[in-house]
Nanobody, 119 residues
Framework: QVKLVESGGGSVQAGGSLRLSCAAS???????MSWYRQAPGKERDFVSG???????RYADSVKGRFTISQDNAKNTVYLQMNSLKPEDTAIYYC??????????????WGQGTQVTVSS
């Protein structure tokens, strides 16, 4: 059973930093992993993504402040968040296209981790 588990959320003051991690288990390969976020009363939005090939992808709102990286050997993706703003407050979800036990790739979501930025 494929699972994505996020960690690293918390509370920080504006201008601070946090590093989120998402570890995939029960799979031998995730070909694309991304971060989404959902603020109260809003839709879930794309934040950043990284695939096996190609450049990392970022939402305009986080470009220059957030950096996504991955450790393929560990099937883990990281999101380094710097210069955090109150509007970054949200639940952050990990999203991955990962291989299941039948050899097919499916989409999986983590349970989410709360990020709160105070002014």
């Amino acid at each position: 059973q494929v699972k994505l588990v996020e960690s690293g959320g918390g509370s920080v003051q504006a201008g601070g930093s946090l590093r989120l991690s998402c570890a995939a288990s029960g799979t031998t390969d995730c070909i694309d992993m991304s971060w989404y976020r959902q603020a109260p009363g809003k839709e879930r939005d794309f934040v950043s993504g990284i695939a096996r090939v190609g450049a990392p992808r970022y939402a305009d709102s986080v470009k220059g402040r957030f950096t996504i990286s991955q450790d393929n050997a560990k099937n883990t993706v990281y999101l380094q968040m710097n210069s955090l703003k109150p509007e970054d407050t949200a639940i952050y979800y990990c999203h991955g296209s990962c291989r299941n036990s039948w050899g097919a790739y499916s989409i999986y979501w983590g349970q989410g981790t709360q990020v709160t930025v105070s002014s």
